[in-house]
């Protein structure tokens, strides 16, 4: 069973880089066979795609956020990472990490397994 | 950007009724490239579908996905008391980014 868990600081003060890190367990992020992608949801409200990451260190960021999200990953320790810089509380959310099914043509497709995670808030 | 409309916003229903929610795209979502997740206070979403009508691994037959092009329909055929929680589409395909609908809330009446 893939489980993964989203760690980092639940508190980000604005104009500062928000860092959380995705540990996967029970699977690979060296798979070939899916991205790795974080999705955030703002407090009662729906779910944002931010991007994904390939083992090759490929990634492909969702264009609303993409001069501000870096998106990483360490094969040796089997995570990867989420950095969104020039924070404001419109970035305060809960931060999912996500296995990501790759379909022909690379394409991403939809998000089987999910993180619990993690509340940021943007706040000084 | 691919735009999903669900609706109702929210539905209220009795155990053991029908549930029919609705989601449709404001341009072709290609191949039929679409999901639906639930979601529970607390707790990620849950995939339930893929591709508009295919069961993700454990989910009951009482949830079924028919649809395409733009119009898309989540049923459950007999609802339980686990049921009630909030409902998300997304689109997926050769349309990036990919986009979630706003949501469908299930209350128990």
């Known amino acids: 069973q893939v489980q993964l868990q989203e760690s980092g600081p639940g508190l980000v003060k604005p104009s500062e880089t928000l860092s959380l890190t995705c540990t996967v367990s029970g699977g690979s992020v060296s798979s070939g066979s899916n991205y790795w992608s974080w999705i955030r949801q703002p407090p009662g409200k729906g779910l944002e795609w931010i991007g994904y990451?390939?083992?090759?260190?490929?990634?492909n960021t969702n264009p609303s956020l993409k001069s501000r999200v870096t998106i990483s990953v360490d094969t040796s320790k089997n995570q990867f990472s989420l950095q969104l810089s020039s924070v404001t509380a419109a970035d305060t959310a809960v931060y999912y990490c996500?296995?990501?099914?790759?379909?022909?043509?690379?394409?991403?497709?939809?998000?089987?397994?999910w993180g619990r995670g993690t509340l940021v808030t943007v706040s000084s | 950007e691919i735009v999903l409309t669900q609706s109702p916003g929210t539905l209220s229903l009795s155990p053991g009724e029908r549930a029919t929610l609705s989601c449709r795209a404001s341009?072709?979502?290609?191949?039929?490239?679409l999901a639906w997740y639930q979601q529970k206070p607390g707790q990620p979403p849950r995939l339930l579908i893929y591709g508009a009508s295919s069961r993700a691994t454990g989910i009951p037959d009482r949830f079924s996905g028919s649809g395409s092009g733009t119009d898309f329909t989540l049923t459950i055929s007999r609802l339980e008391p686990e049921d009630f929680a909030v409902y998300y589409c997304q689109q997926y395909g050769s349309s990036p980014p990919r986009t979630f609908g706003q949501g469908t809330r299930l209350d128990i009446k």
């Open positions: 341009q072709s979502v290609s191949s039929s490239y």
């Open positions: 990451i390939y083992y090759s260190g490929n990634t």
């Open positions: 996500a296995r990501d099914i790759i379909g022909s043509g690379w394409y991403g497709l939809y998000f089987d397994y």
